[in-house]
């Protein structure tokens, strides 16, 4: 460096326009730039123009500017072209485990300000399961104090919660990011006995405003279709599918490995598809198989086998099976299972709205439509496949009470009793696909302790009576996509029914709820009352989406689908989201909505009126009052007002269309009400005619039309005669905290 300080005594000024080598910007490359370059060196100064290509600045640097300023030509170093970043980058393995990536930062960004790392990652179960390490930072643990949870991640309980994929961002300490070469280093901190790591599927540095400074060209996304066996051995492949089925496997305990008696076709499809329908990596299959007590070689055996399968593999396993979103319905029935993935998750509920209403059309609410859920978006993520996945086997839960159970042997005779692609064997064993879940709740319910019990708080203990559940899920995958019963529905449902659905009521009862699992459990979910809530409901959606015409073919009152027990539930979405953290609270106007079509849809499609009771047209599931209930504050108040007085005009002719086709004899008969009801307009949950008196003063407080509404007291009070509805006309209504209030 003090060869350098000779050396500027020579330099003589040239004009610099635009040079890299003007240092400090004044026009010229001359001295000042020399002495600036080398404080920049010595590191007196942050180093602002590094020229050498190495991302700091140095005697080469120097060198670099000394020559322009001597006349000739300024030529930086160019950095080596990085490599892209491939995702996503799967940290999985034993505890410890690290992935690294890295990444130039451009020479002039904006480093000032609170600098942040986004991430998006798929399997975060537990709080500090992970943590990150920028450059030489200390290693920081992502938990919810250190990481801000984006969108509705946050408000359906963040991590550990309904969202198995998150958004999230983290600050990072003043100095970490710096111009030229960064690294990043992601670590699988240690397992829960359950996880073995997890994936980040996106991440990018945020300038303090907010701006991404790595380019989106950086990213390239691996392409399954290019993976190979790692063994193409006959050998080696019929090693891996009698490892898959025979196998013995442990689990982590305390004191170490314990003993389990599943096998890995035990807990996922019997053959392994699901891991190559998918697309689980080799990398991730082999590190399972080391977590369940296997060595490397067996694990490398059994990826083999799995890569070998010849079965469709449209999936990935951060995209929750069946996500719904448009144009599925336009891919092969053998890829529904693989959904729309994550970019058809919507980012608010009232953005369902367009495709709810397109171009403002409400056509297909009509009571003889079949609004498509499939291919309607939600602003919610279904369960990932992970989640279909029991933790612990019923066999290692129950021995012998399993082995020996109707629920085992009923799934073996439906595997036995059918043939791939046969619609005859299908129809022949349908009605042991459909009593499956009664076969279910007997095993079960000896097994179910009561809600108070003290045994929820133990996690064994309730994920062993949730993956009873989780097993008859996975399992009736298996047998659906093996034997292609997806796309066989017009056999079991007959020909009016939807080309592709389930035959089967088990995904509503897979709901923790429906096992009377309590909301503050141990094991399912981070224990937050909306992660429960979330929990629950995402299973009634998913039972709506594999059986949307599900009164055809003999599906009558409350299966497989209890629309008015799902409506309680969207409520109990809203309102459990509320008091979590400063995000805004999840909205559920068009999630409501499309259940509430769909319950119209649904009950006009058994042919029967109300005289059928629950079997025919039913009063509590073409209900309009669930559109007032909690309709300030959580059902409607994203959605623009004249939107919100579309949805409930549309919703209510076409319902009051149908009450004024049916006689008030026909409601009597089906034990709706009787001619003498008085209602009780404060009591909606109870009585056809609560229901319709607590919905008039509603409405009309909405903005709904005088006259639509003016009918449907015309209306009520031909089917209750011995009450003056026009009273509630007069009603008052005023804002509430959920509700209004009217009197």
């Not at 829960?192 to 060209?217: E, I, Q």
Request: some cysteine; proline content about 8%; charged content about 10%.
């Amino acid at each position: 460096m003090k060869k350098l300080g000779l050396l500027v005594f020579v330099i003589r000024a040239l004009n610099a326009q635009t040079s890299p080598c003007d240092v400090n910007h004044d026009g010229v490359v001359n001295i000042a730039d020399v002495q600036t370059e080398i404080s920049e060196a010595l590191g007196v100064t942050a180093c602002t123009t590094p020229l050498s290509g190495k991302g700091t600045c140095s005697v080469v640097d120097v060198q670099i500017v000394i020559t322009a300023a001597l006349g000739g030509a300024c030529i930086p170093v160019q950095p080596a072209a990085q490599s892209n970043i491939v995702l996503p980058i799967e940290v999985v393995g034993p505890n410890g485990t690290t992935k690294t990536v890295s990444f130039n930062v451009p020479a002039g960004s904006n480093l000032s300000g609170t600098m942040q790392l986004s991430m998006q990652i798929h399997g975060l179960k537990y709080e500090t399961e992970a943590s990150v390490q920028v450059n030489n930072s200390a290693w920081m643990p992502i938990n919810s104090t250190t990481v801000t949870i984006l969108g509705l991640g946050a408000a359906y309980g963040g991590i550990g919660g309904g969202y198995k994929t998150l958004d999230m961002t983290m600050n990072l300490p003043a100095g970490t990011v710096i111009a030229g070469t960064n690294t990043v280093n992601f670590r699988f901190n240690g397992t829960n006995g359950v996880v073995s790591g997890f994936r980040v599927l996106a991440l990018n540095v945020l300038d303090g405003g907010a701006n991404a400074l790595l380019p989106a060209t950086l990213f390239t996304w691996e392409d399954p279709d290019t993976w190979l066996p790692p063994s193409t051995l006959a050998s080696d492949i019929a090693a891996g599918k009698n490892l898959w089925n025979t196998a013995a496997l442990t689990v982590p305990g305390s004191s170490g490995p314990v003993a389990i008696q599943a096998r890995c076709s035990s807990c996922h499809a019997q053959d392994g598809r699901d891991l190559k329908y998918f697309n689980y990596s080799n990398n991730s299959i082999q590190t399972r198989s080391i977590f369940h007590g296997l060595t490397s070689a067996q694990g490398l055996q059994i990826a083999s086998y799995i890569r070998s399968l010849s079965v469709p593999n449209p999936g990935r396993p951060w995209n929750p099976p069946y996500q719904p979103g448009p144009g599925l319905d336009s891919l092969p029935v053998a890829d529904w299972s693989a959904g729309a993935g994550l970019n058809a998750v919507l980012q608010r509920d009232v953005d369902m709205w367009p495709y709810l209403a397109p171009t403002g059309s409400t056509s297909g609410w009509a009571p003889t439509g079949n609004l498509n859920v499939r291919e309607m978006p939600l602003a919610m993520q279904l369960p990932d496949w992970n989640s279909w996945l029991p933790t612990i086997h019923p066999l290692d839960a129950f021995g012998s009470a399993f082995s020996n159970s109707k629920l085992l042997s009923n799934y073996n005779q439906v595997r036995s009793g059918l043939v791939p692609g046969n619609p005859q064997t299908y129809q022949a064993q349908s009605y042991n696909i459909w009593i499956w879940t009664l076969n279910d709740q007997n095993f079960l319910v000896p097994l179910t302790k009561s809600s108070t019990d003290p045994a929820w708080n133990n996690a064994t203990y309730t994920d062993s009576i949730y993956s009873v559940r989780l097993w008859s899920m996975t399992k009736l995958w298996e047998i659906n996509q093996e034997f292609g019963l997806e796309g066989m529905a017009p056999t079991v449902f007959g020909s009016t029914s939807d080309p592709r659905a389930w035959y089967s009521p088990e995904p509503f009862q897979a709901s923790p709820n429906m096992i009377h699992i309590p909301t503050t459990a141990a094991g399912v979910g981070n224990r937050l009352p909306i992660t429960a809530t979330y929990t629950r409901f995402e299973w009634y959606q998913l039972q709506l989406i594999l059986n949307q015409h599900d009164n055809t073919g003999g599906f009558i009152g409350n299966t497989p689908t209890d629309y008015p027990y799902v409506y309680d539930h969207i409520q109990a979405m809203g309102f459990n989201s509320l008091p979590d953290g400063p995000v805004a609270a999840a909205r559920q106007g068009g999630l409501m909505m499309l259940w509430l079509i769909k319950g119209l849809q649904s009950t006009n499609q058994t042919g029967k009126g109300p005289q059928a009771g629950s079997s025919g047209w039913a009063t509590n599931v073409a209900d309009p009052s669930r559109m007032y209930r909690y309709a300030t504050e959580v059902l409607w108040s994203d959605f623009a007002p004249t939107d919100q007085i579309t949805a409930m005009t549309a919703y209510l002719q076409y319902w009051l269309s149908k009450v004024t086709s049916f006689t008030p004899a026909q409601f009597y008969a089906g034990g709706w009400t009787t001619a003498t009801t008085v209602p009780n307009f404060t009591n909606p949950d109870f009585g056809f005619a609560n229901t319709v008196a607590f919905t008039i003063p509603e409405a009309l407080y909405a903005g709904v039309n005088p006259t639509l509404v003016g009918k449907m007291v015309d209306r009520a009070q031909i089917i209750w005669p011995n009450y003056n509805w026009s009273t509630l006309l007069t009603f008052t209504c005023v804002p509430a905290p959920q509700t209004p209030y009217c009197r």
